[in-house]
């Protein structure tokens, strides 16, 4: 499928796709000057990230409840869309030590488009199809649509597959009143206007979007407990600067000394989780293990149920 004459026309007159009067000159600006007309623009997308907080809650929740449900997270886009998906989605397993089917990404062009041009590939509705398919969306999954411009065929197309199929679905885009928009069951807009360099999405586009992923998966995971207080207690102890990380969070979780934490991970198996859960609830590692079980790994729910 060929964008038609319809869509070339809105592409034109998309906010991103305009000209940003001060960089008019850019090609002419020192090194300092350019670096400082960056700057300022950067310093922008905060903003308009901040306004769409209400939406980017909901997806927390969203995924959250999908995740607990036995549910998935899949990112679908193109081009720097999708890399910024594939980035995020690769990240989750070392930081929440979770399976590699909970977040998972679908690129247009597939794993070869991270790192070659095969900007081709948005156009093809047909593969999007294809490989949605294969994930077989199901009604616990989420599937978010990241388009800048908010009309890419390929993820139109795919997150269109999957609401047709019962899965839930967010379009991130930062162009109001899009195709995708309106494919999707709920949308997520980060107006931040002209990039520097005209239509460059890698920019402020792409700045707004990994913002608002990283709040979305860390969001998700932080309310499934995989969080407490502020610690990454399901991290992965996979070598020795990680054991020691874990020793560390250990000790500040639970308020215990370097000893007795490196000692409870020892006894834990090296599961951080399993170690917080036995020190914080004063647990063997066995009723430490299972009320993680019953909490589906909720830490803080699963002290209070070693407690009780």
Same mark, same amino acid.
């Given at each position: 499928? @060929?964008?038609?004459?319809?869509?070339?026309?809105?592409?034109?007159? /998309?906010?991103?796709?305009?000209?940003?009067?001060?960089?008019?000159?850019?090609?002419?600006?020192?090194? !300092? +000057?350019?670096?400082? %007309?960056?700057?300022?623009?950067?310093?922008?997308?905060?903003?308009?990230?901040?306004?769409? =907080?209400?939406?980017?809650?909901?997806?927390?929740?969203?995924?959250?409840?999908? %995740? &607990?449900?036995?549910?998935? #997270?899949?990112?679908?886009?193109?081009?720097?869309?999708?890399?910024?998906?594939? =980035?995020? *989605?690769?990240?989750?397993?070392?930081?929440?030590?979770?399976?590699?089917?909970?977040?998972?990404?679908?690129?247009?062009?597939?794993?070869?488009?991270?790192?070659?041009?095969?900007?081709?590939?948005?156009?093809?509705?047909? %593969?999007?199809?294809?490989?949605?398919?294969? $994930? $077989?969306? $199901? @009604?616990?999954?989420?599937? %978010?649509?990241?388009?800048?411009?908010?009309?890419?065929?390929?993820?139109?197309?795919?997150?269109?597959?999957?609401?047709?199929?019962? *899965?839930?679905?967010?379009? #991130?885009?930062?162009?109001?009143?899009?195709? #995708?928009?309106?494919?999707?069951?709920?949308?997520?807009?980060?107006?931040?206007?002209?990039?520097?360099?005209?239509?460059?999405? $890698?920019?402020?586009?792409?700045?707004?979007? @990994?913002?608002? /992923?990283?709040?979305?998966?860390?969001?998700?995971?932080?309310? =499934?407990?995989?969080?407490?207080?502020? /610690?990454?207690?399901?991290?992965?102890?996979?070598?020795?600067?990680?054991?020691?990380?874990?020793?560390?969070?250990? +000790?500040?979780?639970?308020?215990?000394?370097?000893?007795?934490?490196?000692?409870? !991970?020892?006894?834990?198996?090296? &599961?951080?989780?399993?170690?917080?859960?036995? /020190?914080?609830?004063?647990?063997?590692?066995?009723?430490?293990?299972?009320? =993680? @079980?019953?909490?589906?790994?909720?830490?803080?729910?699963?002290?209070?149920? *070693?407690?009780?």
């Amino acid at each position: 499928m @060929k964008p038609t004459r319809a869509q070339h026309s809105d592409l034109r007159q /998309l906010t991103t796709e305009q000209i940003l009067s001060t960089a008019s000159n850019l090609d002419q600006m020192s090194s !300092l +000057e350019i670096a400082r %007309l960056m700057n300022d623009e950067d310093a922008t997308v905060a903003t308009a990230v901040r306004r769409a =907080l209400p939406q980017i809650a909901r997806a927390i929740d969203t995924v959250a409840d999908g %995740l &607990r449900n036995g549910g998935r #997270l899949i990112y679908v886009g193109a081009g720097t869309s999708g890399r910024l998906g594939a =980035l995020d *989605a690769s990240e989750i397993p070392p930081t929440f030590n979770t399976s590699p089917q909970t977040v998972q990404y679908i690129m247009a062009g597939g794993p070869r488009a991270l790192g070659a041009s095969t900007e081709a590939s948005e156009d093809d509705t047909k %593969l999007a199809i294809q490989e949605i398919k294969k $994930r $077989r969306p $199901r @009604k616990h999954d989420v599937v %978010l649509g990241i388009a800048t411009s908010g009309r890419t065929p390929f993820t139109i197309a795919a997150v269109e597959y999957a609401r047709s199929r019962g *899965a839930h679905t967010i379009a #991130l885009t930062c162009n109001p009143n899009s195709p #995708l928009e309106r494919a999707a069951g709920f949308a997520i807009v980060t107006e931040v206007g002209a990039e520097v360099v005209a239509g460059s999405s $890698r920019m402020k586009a792409g700045t707004a979007h @990994k913002m608002v /992923l990283n709040m979305i998966s860390t969001g998700a995971m932080t309310r =499934l407990g995989y969080v407490f207080g502020n /610690l990454m207690v399901n991290v992965w102890t996979k070598n020795e600067k990680l054991v020691q990380r874990a020793i560390r969070i250990v +000790e500040q979780a639970t308020k215990t000394d370097h000893e007795t934490a490196a000692r409870a !991970l020892k006894d834990s198996g090296n &599961r951080t989780p399993v170690a917080v859960v036995m /020190l914080a609830a004063g647990v063997g590692r066995s009723k430490a293990a299972a009320a =993680l @079980k019953k909490s589906k790994g909720h830490v803080r729910e699963a002290i209070a149920i *070693a407690e009780s």
